[in-house]
């Protein structure tokens, strides 16, 4: 939104200076994105006068002048015809810039004769195209300077221009008036009170109007004009074409010109026909779609259905509310015009000027909502002012419809206005703001104006209260703690637990990435995903079609990235959510750990091996004791698709599964473009059980001074038992004095069936009994060792190896 500082002051009552204005309005909310001020070029030049004039002793065009300046006398040549002994000059020193010829003055010499600054004319300082001669000025005392000389006697060239933001929720201030509102009810003014007059028709409209009854219930509710005959289409009056050029418009002609002062004046877009160009009534109506409209910017556009036009007997002459048509458009041998004033529904006209791409000044307010109760005192406006310009008599109105009811009202709380703002606004100040916008208020409850249609409910009408006593006056305090002493945790204890399991993994050494929550549906099947139940609606990309199921997917794609950019060995990780279905609370929190090529760089000692499915058990278990997870948790082969069936495993407490860990199946490396193999883990956060103890300590650290005792046992079993299933039935046998229970040796091959038997192998496993209130005697640790022998040949079928 462009206006210029008196457009403002013919609705402002004001002596704040332009500085303070600027301010109030970015802090009203109408940022300021520009100030464009003709007088700060201007600013060095001062007023002097010509004392002596006499002839350039080696030129006949030139002029050696002897000019009174605030620095006492000066010898000034100037080639101007009219420079001469008595006039009042603009003074241009040396040193100053001059913006018309690019040129910073100095002392010189012109043919020999020395010059001390020069007098400018208008052209030279940007004034005019004026260049005939210097300017002469009728008044104005010595050393004055020329910018407030300006200011006076010729304040439409010292008129600032200023560029605000308006925001969407504010069409009220995409017109000259509600701007001043708002500076008046700051306090930087008094709002000028806006005459209605009162406009008699000396006749019948010959062009009546008619809008169909379905745009009547929703489109255009009220449409309203008035002929004018006997108008002169000249010109604009210098003052109102200076406004448009100040804000970046071109005068076309009075009739054109009157409309987009209204426009930008008062928010109220109008819109002008050549009545004589109009045959029949004007009718407003929803296009077929396929009609051809060619408007005023010469285009030619195809209507879609459902398009709001404006047909008069012979075709379409305006497409509402977004441009008229150049059919009927207003040339300079007008002489009877139809001036249009309605109110159109915002949605409507914002979806057609889209699907058409037609952006106009009036567009741009009528979707953003004018004022429904200034339809017809913006007509008698418009009409005053082009009989005032133009000449020409005035008919009556000719209208369909009736303004909208706009009335609402919400209720006003003072003490929940200063509870929400946290100022000390006194209940009269905020009535007395409200008024000042335009609200009207009746007890406790306020309805606002028709030019407020953001204006929804009592959170808005605080939002008014704050906005005008100044958010920048608020002042920071402290607030009161709810419970005296230590404050309470803030993080809950999943967030907490999701912090040290970032911590963790990072510490291990690994890199942390951020992937999307959606990945394709192809890499969502691979993992347990991809039905219709997370498919996104509307998704960014085909490859962002389905919430992501699990982490692995992401890690995977970073990884295939890095691979093709040379990146062998990585080590990376995220935390974050996965999603099994698309309701609230259908998701849970993991952390994923992804290990792709060697473990370490190389060395000369040859110490470097490919990462395996114990480094990715080895982390997660690491991670797991972190976030407290019990140290004695089973691991078992019931993993999912995705992980590779013989070298994977999951971890749990019974049924319930706490990370899963090893070798990403070679199928699904292979959909997913990585080269490998790869191995990683995933940890499921929220399955891990909470401690039953809540303190913000760490338990007393429990060691015994009791020495521990070592036993090795070797077992014959099958080849396809498991080594897991011996391990956990060790454990089992004792609980209390087993601490762990570990392999040491596996013994395979041909070499152990020779010794064992055909399809048998051995398994090596230590056990470690850690006595807790007294040393261990020789027969305690027998039979515990009988109990380990007892249950692992139960639970495998083997039998102690001899």
């Given amino acids: 939104m462009k206006f210029t500082l008196s457009w403002l002051k013919d609705h402002l009552e004001t002596a704040s200076p332009l500085d303070d204005i600027l301010y109030a309005l970015t802090d009203l909310g109408l940022e300021v994105e520009e100030v464009v001020n003709p007088l700060a070029k201007l600013a060095p030049f001062t007023i002097a006068k010509v004392l002596q004039a006499e002839k350039h002793p080696d030129a006949d065009k030139l002029q050696v002048c002897r000019v009174l300046t605030d620095e006492g006398e000066k010898q000034i040549v100037c080639g101007a015809p009219n420079a001469r002994a008595g006039i009042t000059v603009v003074l241009c020193k040396p040193g100053d810039y001059v913006p018309g010829i690019d040129v910073t003055l100095g002392i010189g010499k012109i043919r020999g004769v020395e010059s001390h600054g020069m007098m400018a004319s208008e052209r030279e300082l940007e004034l005019s195209d004026e260049h005939n001669g210097i300017i002469e000025l009728s008044s104005g005392e010595v050393g004055q300077k020329f910018t407030d000389w300006l200011a006076i006697n010729r304040p439409g060239l010292a008129d600032p221009m200023i560029h605000v933001k308006v925001t969407p929720n504010r069409p009220d201030a995409l017109g000259v008036r509600g701007i001043a509102r708002d500076l008046a009810a700051r306090g930087l003014g008094v709002l000028k009170p806006l005459p209605i007059p009162t406009i008699k028709g000396g006749f019948a409209s010959p062009v009546q109007v008619e809008v169909t009854a379905d745009l009547k219930a929703k489109g255009c509710p009220h449409f309203a004009g008035r002929t004018i005959r006997g108008v002169t289409n000249g010109p604009s009056p210098e003052w109102l074409a200076n406004r448009l050029k100040a804000i970046g418009l071109r005068p076309i002609s009075a009739l054109v010109d009157i409309t987009n002062y209204f426009t930008f004046g008062l928010n109220r877009p109008l819109h002008v026909f050549d009545a004589a160009k109009v045959h029949g009534k004007l009718r407003v109506h929803a296009a077929e779609g396929g009609e051809q409209f060619l408007a005023l910017d010469g285009k030619t556009y195809t209507l879609r259905a459902g398009q709001m036009a404006i047909s008069d007997d012979q075709g379409i002459e305006s497409l509402a509310g977004v441009m008229g048509g150049e059919a009927s458009g207003c040339t300079p041998e007008t002489t009877e015009v ?76 003072p003490a929940r206005v200063i509870s929400l703002v946290g100022m000390d606004i006194p209940e009269a100040e905020q009535r007395l703001t409200l008024q000042a916008l335009g609200f009207t208020l009746n007890g406790d409850m306020a309805t606002p104006p028709s030019w407020r249609p953001d204006v929804l409910g009592e959170a808005d009408l605080i939002e008014e209260v704050a906005r005008i006593a100044s958010l920048s006056k608020l002042q920071g305090k402290p607030l009161p703690r709810a419970i005296p002493g230590v404050p309470r945790p803030i993080l809950t204890p999943l967030q907490t637990r999701e912090r040290t399991a970032r911590r963790t993994i990072a510490a291990l050494g690994y890199n942390e990435c951020v992937t999307y929550s959606f ?24 490859e962002m079609s389905h919430l992501r199921p699990d982490l692995l997917p992401g890690l995977l794609r970073a990884a295939a990235r890095n691979q093709a950019r040379g990146f062998a060995d990585m080590a990376l990780f995220e935390v974050g959510p996965a999603f099994q279905g698309g309701e609230p609370g259908e998701q849970h929190l993991q952390a994923a750990g992804l290990l792709i090529g060697f473990s370490t760089p ?23 004791s972190a976030i407290g997870a019990p ?18 495993g999951m971890i749990g407490l019974g049924p319930n599964m706490l990370a899963s860990f090893g070798e990403v199946h070679p199928k699904v490396l292979a959909e997913m473009g990585v080269k490998g193999p790869a191995v990683a883990f995933t940890i499921l ?22 020495q521990a005792v070592d036993r090795d046992f070797a077992f014959v079993v099958d080849k396809g038992v498991e080594a897991l299933t011996a391990v956990n039935a060790a454990v089992g046998a004792d609980k209390v004095l087993i601490e762990s229970v570990r392999v040491f040796d596996q013994f395979t091959g041909d070499k152990a069936e020779t010794q064992m038997g055909a399809g048998k192998k051995s398994i090596a496993l230590t056990v470690r009994l850690q006595p807790i209130d007294k040393t261990l005697t020789e027969a305690d640790i027998e039979a515990v060792s009988n109990k380990i022998i007892e249950k692992v040949s139960k639970a495998t079928g083997g039998s102690l190896r001899g």
Avoid at 371 to 383: E, N, W
Avoid at 631 to 648: D, E, T
């Fill in 631 to 648: 140290a004695r948790a089973q691991i078992n082969r019931k993993v999912a698709a995705w992980w590779h069936p013989g070298r994977s």
């Fill in 338 to 413: 139809f001036v249009e004033s309605a109110w159109w529904d915002p949605i409507t006209i914002a979806a057609t000027g889209r699907a058409l791409k037609i952006n106009t000044d009036a567009r741009y307010r009528f979707e953003r909502g004018v004022d429904p109760a200034f339809t017809l005192p913006g007509l008698d406006l418009a009409t005053q002012m082009i009989l005032e310009l133009c000449g020409g008599e005035a008919s009556d109105i000719a209208e369909d419809g009736a303004p909208i009811d706009t009335t609402r009202a919400y209720q006003l709380k």
């Fill in 685 to 706: 956060l929220a399955n891990v059980p909470m401690p039953k103890v809540k303190t913000p300590t760490k338990p007393a650290l429990a060691l015994s001074d009791l």
């Fill in 519 to 542: 990945i394709d549906q192809a890499a969502a099947t691979l993992f347990g995903g991809g039905t219709d139940v997370v498919k996104v609606d509307n998704p960014i990309s085909s």
């Fill in 602 to 624: 190389r060395d000369p000692h040859s110490t470097r091996r490919p990462v395996d499915v114990f480094d990715a058990k080895a982390d997660a278990e690491a991670v797991l």
